[in-house]
């Protein structure tokens, strides 16, 4: 796995909140990572799994379905990206 460009910490991360996550784009998937922790464990995903996790984030959804806009199960998305 090839070190991104740049990470992007959550928009929630201002102040003292300590529960953050950045996100890093990387080749053709997404990386995620805690940022108290960078040198640690990092979760890839496929583009397609996070934009889904995304688009459900944003409706509020994901939590409720656990399924995409198609049907699918979102289940996979928290694997290992491999190229």
């Not at 909140?17 to 890093?24: D, I, M, S, T, Y």
């Not at 934009?51 to 379905?65: I, L, Y």
Request: proline share 4%.
């Amino acid at each position: 796995m090839t070190e991104p460009r740049a990470w992007h910490k959550s928009s929630f991360s201002a102040g003292e909140n300590l529960e953050c996550v950045e996100v890093a784009r990387n080749g053709d998937g997404v990386m995620v990572r805690d940022s108290k922790r960078p040198q640690s464990s990092v979760l890839c995903f496929s583009l397609v799994k996070w934009s889904a996790f995304v688009d459900h984030a944003r409706q509020g959804s994901s939590a409720r379905t656990g399924r995409d806009e198609a049907g699918r199960s979102l289940s996979g998305a928290g694997r290992p990206f491999h190229r």
